[in-house]
């Protein structure tokens, strides 16, 4: 193990050394990578830090997901992160336990599609750490980013009034996972669904609400809309009213359709961007190319209510997605 | 799980809520944390990035180690690491994987453990992750810490003529381990070998390196002086001598005996400063508190050789410690 983790560092160092933001003064090859944030037109900008596990049996199956997809979601947590908060991403940081069995090219395709990831993202893979695994693949993903100083979009911001827009649609991802499981009728494939086996971090979508000043509190669905918007509420210290028949649903198949609204409230994992805006604020119905919907307001009190079109609203729990649980 | 888990987050944030880095805006409770490094002097900082993994039954076994002293070497791993670059640590953020059948209480007791370390340090615990651990207890911890604009001491840093420098005593930590082996004549505890289970990280003795310019390159011997100073010579380009028996020994055991050459050389997880300074810097034979000791110097080449009194030196080869392999 110590020779073949000396051959594993040394291969992510040669390919992590082929793009490196100018932010990282010192990569990997020392006790700590070293960051310097320059500031920009003479503004001092404050600095992101992100972590996310991604762990075989809970987050992916090697029978489901290809290393290359494995890599590009374990990376993609962490830019993700970065976007909700209308940052920019600097720097990745991978640890890295392998189990001793596992072959050296799922290894190989797992971080050349991060890197791959990463460079189009402007971001340096500087550093990490590796071990072995007592069982299973286990990684930890951490990116440092940037956003102008005090310029970061919480997710405290949100106040009663103010409206609430969610990019993209919804469920997507769960109903691909959903898909892959045993009792499935048919299996979906990484063409067939590309959000969900390569999904694109929202950063220009991020980034032109920071600078245009349009958004009041933002998070990213990693968790399903129930889930997030409640955190959103919580550290608001608001409610929310959501209308159902507004939220956009992912289709799927062929001849394509709309997913559950079940799967598009509580599906987790599309990394859409999840925003809360002040009523008088016109947010364009597309942005960075992505749509942009809006799906309800912000109230006070802490109850997060769903109203169909007719008939009073109904408590809507946050309800996790627990990942593979269904299978 | 899912309510577990916020209950678990919601402790910690309670627990890190008490000390805070005033580097630090905004700490847990959002998709990211917001560092901002405030210019001493109206000099700029560079950020220093590590992170590292503790995983049980590589790194800790539940039956030899307890929760305080898992936590407190979990984050132990990541300040030796802001020590070895002379920097000051700012900020933790834990990743901490859980098996489902773990007792709230060793959670607890790892949690209080790790923040009574960082509050020592004056580190906030910013951020990180959770999630289900599909086989046992698994965590990663990245520290923050700053270091003046291009003072980092850098492990590339050592030239031939250098003389070679170690805080403290080695192969205590080794011995320790091997103690607790299920071959080992008798056990060690916490109390008869207090810096393998709680050992301390040498912030004051690199910052006092760095302030002062003694040091040329260093590093932390986590892996073992052979592996450790073969990183140096790696990053480098150079080669080194050593001397077996300026080498200083950890004693332990009553009546108290200096530790075998052989884990002095190889044995891990002894969290010492390893430095080399230019032959014409005097070094204080106790810097800090801790004592630091002379023990060979910097070569042209590539090889480590090892003399002793008598004899011709031989080449040491760097014997990584493999944790636990010995029981």
Known sequence: ?????????????????????????????????????????????????TTDFTLEGIHFRREWHSPESVGHRCLMRGLSDIAAMGGEPVA??????????LAQNWVGRFVRSLISLAH???????????????????ADIIVVGTVPKDKAILRSG????????????????????????????????????????????????????????????????????????AHICEESGVGAALRAESIPRASL?????????????????????LFTAPGGRRIPSRLAGIPITLIGHITRGSRILLFHRRGAGYRLEPRGWEHFQKD
């Open 1 to 49: 193990m110590v020779i073949a983790e000396k051959t594993l560092i040394q291969r992510i160092r040669r390919a992590a050394a082929l793009g490196r933001n100018p932010a990282v003064r010192t990569g990997m090859g020392d006790d700590c990578s070293v960051l310097r944030f320059l500031a920009k037109n003479g503004k001092a900008s404050d600095a992101l830090v």
């Open 92 to 101: 990745a940081f991978l640890s890295l336990a392998l189990p001793r069995d």
């Open 120 to 138: 189009r993202y402007g971001v340096s893979l500087a550093g990490g750490d590796t071990a072995e695994s007592p069982n299973g693949i286990l």
């Open 158 to 229: 949100a106040r009663p009034g103010d409206r609430i827009y969610i990019s993209g649609a919804l469920g997507g991802a769960s109903a691909a996972l959903l898909g892959m499981g045993t009792k499935a009728k048919r299996k979906w494939t990484p063409r067939e669904h590309r959000r969900h086996f390569f999904p694109e971090p929202r950063i220009e979508l991020g980034r032109i609400l920071r600078e245009r000043g349009l958004a009041s509190a933002m998070i990213d669905t990693s968790d399903g809309l129930s889930t997030d918007l």
């Open 253 to 273: 198949g062929r001849p394509s359709r709309p997913v559950d609204l079940k799967l598009a409230l509580h599906g987790g994992e599309d990394y859409e961007l």
